[in-house]
């Protein structure tokens, strides 16, 4: 399905393909859940994947940092390539590979520890000890997700004592935290009240300045808002992948259209 | 009378039968502390702590019993508590479902329900006898180990299985190994109900009798355990060594030795309830 | 660095898997300690005289190896146990289901498991100084060491056991099954009988046939109040001997390592082994059927 291929502004066609999936198959035990998918996503952009319940964004999301692999009944066939490598290529890379693609959850799910120790944790697993350094980290890191200001007076509080818009937050500095180039966000908003989901909006317009982003979401309009493109899936099936506002405004799917429209309609 | 009036009858008086059945129990629990106390508690003593056991029985104490209790209790938590919980880890973490796991599941029911003098049994001919322990500490602290070991890995399963999927993910999605994730965010999340589980599996092994008479465990010993090879005794086996005896004055002292043993006993389930009622009211995911 | 970490990685999941093989290990020990030996003993006594002989005297110099004496007395002492915990037991799981306040149900359900909390040797105990006594006062004849006052105990310590997975039945019915019986006049009584009760049997049954398997099992209290004389009978005022108390009175005499005195626990205790392992799996299948039915 190749033919299908991100119909691109003249400044994206310049950039450098960051994330590309090639035929790729996904069944749960007897269950197909992704069928022939392919797609090109240029680096440090924003692309949103839309489409109705259960039609496999999650799980193709989930593609890109292997966490598909821990659920029961996981098979798969394609090839995902990350600066034109196969991920899947080696089992060994599993903790690397994580340690370039970061995963921010549809649930805010902190750990039941402190605001500093949340995001410190992607440090410390790796060994780094120097208290400086992490220090320094943490802050940095707070500072990307725009939650510094409200948390720096007590780090040491317990993380689920945040609301939801800022544990949100938090989640996404502890991403943030490892430096991944690439940023998977499966319905980061969906459990966030607006003005919250403004915040994680601005962020990701903020963030791909330095980041590749996937975010898979529901809401139309934030996919309308906040990507450079759009795929379209449906019955996991790709069935559109371009430019957003092409998309949006010009799909060139009927599917596409009576989604799209079914939703604004 | 019509036929409504009368089942509302019918059912008020099924809930006090209910009320009645429901104290029955506490009534049961209620006399046989109020007995033990009446017949012991006057025979508590530091005497009866410090002195060895003896042909009289008001010279008789339980410093063997108790010592003996103490080693089989710290031993049973360095054998049994490492062995319990990795073997949960293992079948709740890295196993996956399939004929293997269904096996292990069921063998692990099974052992559960075995009586414990079979676990009797199998210490006196492989402990024992086939690798030479003897009827020393170690032997008992493992035949009791592997007697509460499936007790502790049901418990810590479950307290495994309570802590969100969430949590893990989100810690494998940052790079982190299975083990770290286990080691890190797991294991703390679902360490106080892991913990009830161990004290009350514990409690258990403290309590257990039969299975360290199969060992030999009642023969008189005159002297403290020192060492894990050295014979010994423990407070339930002096008590029924006590109440086999004849003379009145030995079942006094079966029933100091029965307050000291529900003592421990009902302490360690006190802490366990209130670890499990604070973690409860703690964590909210 | 990583590499070491992996490595590490794949020791720590090895070591786990050994402490998952103990589980394994202990079964086939238990199986091969309790038949190797008995297989020595039926080499000795044949497995016919084993099961309809009527006479258990391997002690004494007449010898006979008939275990069904034992097995009277295990099956009488349990049944009079059941007889004690099933009635109580489901009532107080019924109550507490339907009709205590949910505050009484959290207060209670601990102090009813401190119940199966107490060691059995202070049960027996009880059993010996207490309950004896006192039914010697309602029945003038009654010996030191009888079936029924160990029988009573033992069925109120199992009390637990029947209560709080009867419980688990009864709550795992789904409440449209409730309301549906309310919604057509039924009070909560009927609604327990007509419809509670039979949508929880299986869940019963299993907790019943572990209760069961539970007091064959028990040693303490029976090996203090019930007696040693192997009696086939079934009369609950004599005294009688249960497999486990056998068990434990060759430990505590001195028997000689090998001889057929010795063999005789490991023929025994592979019959209390097969005993309860039967009847634990039927339970297990029960559980199952409710749990199935209703997750």
Known sequence: MTQIHSDTSQKEAQSKVKLSARNIFVDYGAEHVLKDVSIDIPEKTVTALIGPSGCGKSTFLRLFNRMNDHLEGFQRKGEILIDGEDIYHDQKHLEELRETVGMVFQKPNPFPKSIYENVAYGLRIRGVKDKKRLDQVVEESLIKAALFDEVKDHLKKNALSLSGGQQQRLCLARSLAVDPSILLMDEPASALDPISTAKIEELVEELKKKHTILIVTHNLQQARRVSDQTAFLYFGELVEYGNTEQVFTQPKEEQTAHYIGGRFG | MNRITRSKIIDQLFKYFGILCTSIGLIMLAALLINVFSDGFGRLSIDFFTALPSRFPEKAGILTAWTGTLWIFGLTILIAIPLGVGAAIYLEEYTRKGFLSNVLEINIANLAGIPSIIYGILGLTIFVRTLRLGESVLSGALILSLLIMPIIVVSTREALRAVPKTIKEASLALGASQWQTIWHQVLPAAFPNILTGIILALSRAIGETAPLIMIGALTYVPFVAKSPLDEFTVLPIQIFNWISRPQAGFAINAAAGIIVLLGIVFVLNGIAVVIRQRARNKIKW | ?295
């Open chain 3, 1 to 295: 660095m990583k590499q070491k970490t992996r490595l590490a990685e794949h020791v720590i999941k090895m070591i786990l898997f050994l402490c998952a093989l103990v589980t394994v290990l202990t079964t086939a020990g238990i199986i091969w300690v309790l038949f190797s030996e008995s297989i020595s003993f039926f080499q000795t006594v044949s497995l016919k005289e084993f099961l309809t002989d009527t006479e258990w005297t391997p002690l004494f110099t007449q010898k006979h190896f008939g275990i069904l004496p034992l097995v009277s007395g295990t099956l009488l002492t349990t049944f009079i146990a059941i007889l004690v915990a099933l009635p109580v037991g489901l009532t107080i799981a019924i109550y507490l289901n339907e009709y205590a306040s949910k505050r009484f149900r959290k207060v209670i359900k601990p102090v009813l498991e401190i119940l199966a909390a107490v060691p059995t040797v202070v049960y027996g105990f009880f059993a010996l100084v207490v309950m004896t006594p006192f039914l010697q006062k309602i029945i003038p004849d009654l010996p030191g060491f009888n079936a029924l006052s160990p029988g009573i105990i033992m069925g109120i310590m199992i009390i637990p056991f029947v209560s709080s997975l009867s419980e688990d039945a009864l709550f795992a019915v789904p409440q449209s099954l409730r309301d549906a019986s309310y919604g057509m006049g039924a009070t909560r009584l009927q609604t327990v009988f007509r419809v509670l009760l039979p949508a929880a049997s299986s869940g019963i049954v299993s907790a019943v046939i572990l209760a069961v398997s539970r007091a064959i099992g028990e040693t303490m209290i029976v090996a203090i109040a019930a007696g040693q004389q192997p009696n086939l009978t079934f009369n609950p005022l004599e005294s009688v001997e249960t497999i486990t108390t056998y068990i434990v009175q060759v430990s505590l005499g001195d028997v000689p390592h090998g001889s057929i005195e010795y063999q005789t626990i490991f023929a025994a205790g592979a019959m209390l082994f097969v005993l309860t392992l039967i009847l634990n799996n039927i339970s297990f299948q029960f559980n199952r059927r409710y749990r199935q039915k209703y997750e």
